[in-house]
């Protein structure tokens, strides 16, 4: 493949890819919890250095680079904006601590807490997705009876108050997304110190995506796609006269 090609097929993939990101992140711009990702792109060693013909730093022809690749896509775990919404079984966490729950059989973290109560008195977010308490069991309640949360994350009824799990990650980098706001922890997990919890009843914390700013970087990535596209089409072209005039008879 000429080389000019290759770069510019490598370039649209990787293009590609991130528009894939960005379009995620912006369908999920309103969706509680929901943490933005990024897409990081990074340049390619030329081919022969990649299969091991040659060597980084040489300063010779195949230092020249062989384009760009998507190597990973990482979360952004800052905070999004906290969100009045009136309902009383809503949660919106300041500061550190995701709510722990529990779906098909595995305990997940999230930070979207739109939750209710069903008829059954269990609290449940997302998906069905059983809400736990410190004790790692089902938060549930007599739905009969008056409830109300308290700013420290623990439902009260008829004096007695069970405290919603707030826990963290040793590194935010243990946590592997397991849906659009669900987090797998791959390492333990520590209770927030109940100095440290802080937990708005009535509140969501909203999606840390910002629509403008994914549009804007998604038009750049569009674009980008488009001049890689044109590229590939240019060296088509060229090649294409090349071979005619190689076919063309004396």
Known sequence: MPYG????AAGAH?????????????ANAQT??????????QSRYAEAISSGQDYPETRGINNVGGGVFMSETLTDFQQGVLKLTGI?????????GFFQVEKDGQRLLTRAGNFQF????????????????????????DPTQPWRFDEHGAVVQAGTAINVALVKPRSL????????????PLGPTTPVDPD???????????S?????????????????????????????QSLGALVSRLLRPA
């Open 208 to 236: 840390s995506a910002n629509p403008i700013l994914e549009m804007t970087q998604l038009i750049e990535a569009s674009r980008a796609y488009e001049a890689n596209v044109r590229m590939i089409q240019n060296h088509d």
């Open 14 to 26: 990787a293009q590609s890819q991130r528009v894939e990101v960005l379009s995620n992140n912006i």
């Open 5 to 8: 090609l290759y770069i510019s």
């Open 32 to 41: 509680p919890g929901f943490k933005r990702e990024l897409a990081v792109l």
């Open 118 to 141: 069903n008829s059954e008195g269990r609290l449940v977010g997302s998906g069905n997705s059983a809400v736990l308490g410190e004790d790692g069991r089902p938060v549930v309640i």
């Open 88 to 96: 009383n079984s809503d949660l919106a966490i300041e500061g550190e």
């Open 196 to 206: 440290a919890r802080r937990v708005h009843p009535g509140y969501l914390e909203h």
């Open 173 to 184: 980098g243990d946590l592997a997304k397991a849906g659009d706001n669900l987090f797998l």
